[in-house]
């Protein structure tokens, strides 16, 4: 079985250039999370998607940051324009089932580097 | 405060050796615990679930005290393999997927 994917692995970009990541989770799995690791920090929620609809968005930092989950299947995140503090491991995780309890599935994440 | 904390080592011990982890957490309200393992520049795998009666798995032995808001791991007979950071994740109170992380603990298990 296929585990969750995101591409791409690295990205780097120029500040105020935009830039897509995309998560493929596992198939099946309703529930799709965004997260993101900073430098010297340690990893950060920053939305949770149910199907197509956004379960909870109260980790996105600002308005510059774009997450969507059109079908209910794979995810894009768009930053734009990107700044230098958006630098850093951006992981995509899914599950199946009660949230509350449920096993979140990590992908290998995508390295952004906005210089 | 941090939501979630750990000494963020690192631990080096030689193999064969017994090491524990501790985690703290701050919201008593705090239903579900996970330890996950992070290896350099790889997604975080799920390690092991947190049960309140504690809870092993071969040589790995993870327990909950609710009392103290605090969560341990123990690996017993280190292998060089077990050399990575240790992730202590709660789940955000509620009807709720969102993980909170610590920081982690890197453990380097020398020959």
């Known amino acids: 079985e296929a585990g969750v994917t995101q591409f791409p692995s690295h990205s780097v970009i120029e500040k105020g250039q935009t830039v897509t990541l995309r998560c493929d989770p596992i198939s099946g799995h309703d529930n799709l999370y965004w997260y993101r690791r900073v430098m010297g920090k340690e990893i950060k929620f920053l939305l949770h998607f149910v199907k197509e609809s956004k379960q909870d968005e109260s980790g996105m930092p600002n308005n510059r940051f774009l997450a969507e989950r059109t079908g209910g299947t794979y995810s894009t995140l768009k930053v734009q324009p990107a700044e230098l503090e958006d630098s850093g491991v951006y992981f995509c995780?899914?599950?199946?089932?009660?949230?509350?309890?449920?096993?979140?599935?990590f992908g290998a994440g995508t390295r952004l580097s906005v210089l | 405060r941090k939501e979630v904390e750990q000494d963020p080592g690192p631990f080096n011990v030689p193999e064969g050796a017994t090491v524990a982890f501790n985690c703290t957490y701050s919201n008593s309200a705090s239903q579900s615990f996970f330890w996950y393992r992070q290896d350099c520049r790889k997604e975080p795998k799920l390690l092991m679930s947190v049960y309140s009666s504690g809870n092993e798995d071969g040589r790995f032995t993870a327990q909950l005290n609710r009392a103290s808001q605090y969560i341990s791991l123990l690996i017993r007979d280190s292998k060089l393999s077990d050399s990575a950071t240790y992730l202590c994740?709660?789940?955000?109170?509620?009807?709720?997927?969102?993980?909170?992380f610590g920081q982690g603990t890197t453990l380097q298990v020398k020959p």
């Open positions: 995780a899914s599950s199946q089932g009660m949230v509350a309890k449920n096993i979140q599935y």
């Open positions: 994740v709660v789940n955000q109170p509620g009807n709720t997927g969102k993980l909170i």
